[in-house]
Structure formats: structure tokens, C-alpha cells
């Protein structure tokens, strides 16, 4: 109000008292209050918090009038002045509201430019707009050149949010103009931004920049695979280095369909890594902190240690990987002859067999009480042959005499026929069904089954650094036994699966290829996985930390997500698990492993049978030897 008052004066003194040059100074002030109106504009238009850092040489009634006019709008900015003893803090936490405003008439300007950082250009917003009031020889075909003057030596990326202001005399009004190059060593682009409205404007510079119009981007591949190179774009061998193709097609999307740039593949045979002794990475990661890449092609995993080098933009593909064995069968890892019942029904079968015997013994009482003057062949011994034959479906030697004794007899053999028959369906069953008890690292380091790993460069690098009790047992004790370290090849691997009784660690999608083409509809069926590593092995596709390009490639990644490029060149590579046609189709011959616990069985019976009989003996022997001495006594005492 007050700067609109002293014009309103201006106007009124200049109609009494030399007009020309009066009116002259009072444009020029308007102009120049007009200057800060349109920054305050912009920086409305920004739509977001900031903090202003206001880099300028004026006095403080104009420091004062720029303030006061910028945080008059509708929103309020935090405002520092920067100087000499007041200098810029780079802020990389909330970098996205840090704006750095300065006047060009300063002659510490282009000096200060010269020193900001490419961080600092990548992410911070710059307003640049000449504060004088009094250059009206300036004209605007100059403009550019003005710009490309003052920021010939910066930093400056395609990412770069620089606004110039400067004054368009013959009409009255300001132009707002960015600038921006493409790479370090190209020329400056100047494109026209917000004529002649700011508020109106679409300010999202990604989607204005994605025209490379050609510009060569440098990418770098990981191929473990020579073959790989002749075969990026035909598809076959999919099985083969599968997330470096998956990630030669998507950085090929983004970089020639969203971006209108070329690409300049260097390939490496490593991800990267770093060296303990002298703390350079290699490979990939190597490529890209050193500046000679600017996209990693291939995905990698998000790690601890690459997390402050990498910019991780988007997930390419769910990798899974782990153990993977066929199921041995159930008499591998239980009894079989105990899972047809459960518990209930054990202790149902077992007081059922208890009361047979009872009601047996019962009878035998019975006939002796009722038949005493015939002959009596059946004893109370004779009830346990009578359930044990009923039981096993084998007989009984003899048979009560009296009707109430063969009525129980009949009624046990039919009942605990009926048990025999659905405790041998079920053992048959079970000789011929696959183990669903291994699920964890520690079910797989306590069972039979051996292991080995794919002979790959990160499961090299990662199997050794597992620290975890369990899992690090397993990898001493079943991978890497006695300083030999059983890593081989995927075919080799998977034709040791084939054969039974070994898990071999990988990628899920590239066993599945060699799966589905060499084994049986029945092998397929008893596959079973666990995985190895307690992190996600989720790959993601990486740039350099404040990468000049990650807006823009962050974007067209998700664009060609959204319009479903990824999941095309994911389901093309990435095969799921061959489904189970008939699982109940093979024949399983049984082993002494499924016989096991009968063969116990039978070997105990057989070492109580002896014990039985050499006792038989003993007490047979003691008999005959004390009647010698009854005999021998009672002759000595008739003589």
C-alpha cells in the first residue's frame, strides 16, 4: 500500500512539474515492483513449501521491499538472506523446497553460480532475474545470449529448474525463460516458460525435457553368459542371464520410446562389488560411480551397502529364488505305519482290543463254571493268540466251545477286519505320497537330502556373508563341507534333482525352463522350494546417487508399467511352476526305507522270541534238574 501510495504521488507531481522525466522514473519503479510480483507469482505456482535463500546486493529498504512484497500473497515463504557472512547450507534432506533466488545486477553473482554444486543444480529451484530498473538498451534477442553467458560453466542437467526473468520492453511485461542441457558437454537449451501468465502454466519441467532428440545415454549390462549377446532381442535361450535381458528391454523402452535417446551398451561381468582391501567397487556399481554409465541396465539387489551410492527408481522384477528338491517320500522323513490313524482313534483301537480280550476271558471263565464234566481245550492263555490273530487277520489255533465265546470271536475278526483292511489302504497310500514335512532351512539341514548352489557370481559373493546360525550350519556343513564348495552349473544342478534326494539352489524361473523340458509329469508334482535368504531378492533397476536423469527415467519406468511393457517382458522370461497333471500316475517301488520300521519291528520280536526261548530252556533245564534231586532224595530216604 505504501509503495502503491508514493506512485500514485509520483504521477500526481510529475503532471505539474517536468512530465517526461518524471514519468520516466515513476515506469521504472513500476517495473521494477512488477519484477518482484512476478517472482512472488512463480513462486506460488511452485505449489509446494519453500524456503527462499535471496542472494542480492541491495540496500535495506529494498531488501525490505522485496520481502515485504514476496510473503504479501496468499502464501508465506520462509525467507533467508544470503551473504558473505551468511552463506548457503546445502540442504539434501528437503531439498524440494530450497529455492535460491538472486539479482543479476550483483557482481557476486556469476561468481557464486560457479561455485554451486551439480547436487545443488539437480534439485534445488534457481530464480535469476535482473533487479535494475534502468535497462531498457537491453533488448530481448539478447536474452539468451545473456543466459548462456551466465551459465556457460554450470553444472546444469536435464533435471535443473532454473528461471531467468527478464524485462520485455516493447510490451511491457516480463518473460520468464528456463534453461537446461542434456549432458555435461552439450549446449545450453533455452525454452520459453510462462508467457505471459505463471499461475497458468504447467510447471512439470520432466514432461516439457523428455525429447533427447537423440542423445546418446551410456548403459551399463551384466552378461554372465558370452552367448547372451546374440540373443538380447530374439528370445531364445530365455533361461539364460534373464534379468539382463528383461533389463535390456525395459532400459529400451524408457530410453527410445519415452525419451527419444540413443543407448551406448558397456558390458560387465559383474554386478559389483566392493573390494575389502582398497574400497573400489567393481562392475556395474563400479561403472556407475565413476560417471562412465549413466543408467544401470541390469537389475541388482537393494543391499545395505549400496544404498547410499544407488538411486533405486523402480522394482523390474520379482526374482525368487531358493532350494529346490523334489519331496522324498513320506517314510523318508515318518514312521509311515503310525500316520493311518491319529491318536484318538490309536487309544479307540487299542481299549477296543482290551475289551474283545475281556469279554473272551469272561467266557472262558464261563465254560469252565458250565462245563465242568466236559473236556475244556480252550484256556485263558489261548485269549491273547485268539485278539492277536483277529488283529492281524491270521486265525486263531483254537476256538471257544461254548456258543457266547464264538459269538465275540466272530464279531472281533469281522470288526478288527474291517481296521485291517483301512490300515493297509492307507499304508499303500502312504508308501506312494511325497513328504510335506521339510518347509524350513532347518527341516532341509536335518533330513538326508544333500545340497548344492548354482555357480553364479552373487550367490558366490552373498552364501558366505550369511550370518544366521542355521543357515550358516548349512552352508558349512552341507554346501561348502570340508573347504570343497559344491557350486555347479544349472543343468547339473537339476539333473541332480531329477535323481531324488538333493536340493539345489537358484532362481525359480530358470530351473523352470529346464523343468517343464526334461522331466516327467510326475517329477513335476513333487517339487517343492524353500528359500534360502532372509531378504527379498526383488531386483531393482539403479542409477548413480543424484543422477542427472533420475526424474526422467523414473517417470518413463513407470510409464511403461502402467502401460504394461514390463509385465510382457517379465511373463516372457520369468516361466511360473509347471503344474501337477497327474501326480498319482508313476510308480514308486518300495525300499528297505519304507519296510524300516516294520524291519525293526520284526527285529525286536525276534531278539524277545530268542530271549523267550533261551529262558524256555533255562527253566526247562531247572525243572529236569530238580526232579533228579527229588527222585535221588526220595530214594535215599526208603534206604
Known sequence: MYKVNVLILCLKLCYFIRPGICMEYCMEYELSNRMVSTVRDLLIGLRCPLRLSVMNCWNSDDTTMFIRNITSGPKNFQVKIVNDANPIIPNMYERHQEVIIADLQCNNTIYTFSKISRSMFNFYKIIVFDGSVSMKSYSVPNMD?????????????????????????????????????????????????????????????????????????????????????????????????????????????????????????????TWGYQNATTGQWNGMVGELLRDEADIGSTALFFTPQRVSLLEYISRSTSAQGGFIFQAPKLSYTSNIYALPFDRLLWLCLFALVIVIAGFLCGAVLMERQVLKNFEANYRLSDVYMTVYGALCQQGSPVAPNSVTGRLITAVAFLILMLVFVSYSANIVALLQSPSNQIKTIQDLYESKIDASVEDTVYFRHYFPLVTETVRKKFFDEKVCKDGKCKFVTLEEGIKRVQEGQHAFHCDYAKAYKIISETFLDAE?????????????????????????????????????QEHGLQQKENLRYYLTKPKCQSSGGNFVSVSLVDTGPAVILLGWGMGATLVVFICEIIIAKFNVIRKLISVMESKIQKH
Not at 508334482?525 to 536423469?549: E, H, V
Open 145 to 269: 545470449t545473456r543466459i548462456r553467458h551466465l551459465f556457460h560453466n554450470c553444472p546444469i542437467t536435464p533435471m535443473s529448474q532454473i528461471f531467468f526473468i527478464s524485462d520485455n520492453f516493447a510490451k511491457n511485461h516480463y518473460l520468464v525463460k528456463q534453461v537446461y542441457r542434456l549432458g555435461m558437454n552439450e549446449p545450453l537449451i533455452i525454452e520459453d516458460f510462462a508467457y505471459p501468465h505463471v499461475k497458468t502454466t504447467d510447471l512439470t519441467a520432466v514432461l516439457r525435457r523428455k525429447n533427447f532428440q537423440g542423445y546418446q545415454l551410456r548403459a551399463s549390462m551384466v552378461i554372465l553368459n558370452n552367448d547372451t549377446l546374440n540373443h538380447l532381442d530374439d528370445y531364445r535361450d530365455i533361461h539364460l542371464d534373464a534379468v539382463s535381458k528383461v533389463g535390456y528391454h525395459l532400459t529400451n523402452h524408457v530410453a527410445r520410446t519415452f525419451l527419444n535417446a540413443t543407448l551406448k551398451y558397456s558390458v560387465v561381468s
Open 524 to 560: 513335476k508334482c513333487g517339487l517343492r522350494g524353500i528359500p534360502y535368504f532372509q531378504m527379498k531378492l526383488d531386483t531393482w533397476s539403479a542409477l548413480p546417487k543424484n543422477s542427472s536423469y533420475k526424474e526422467l527415467i523414473k517417470i518413463g519406468m513407470m510409464r511403461i
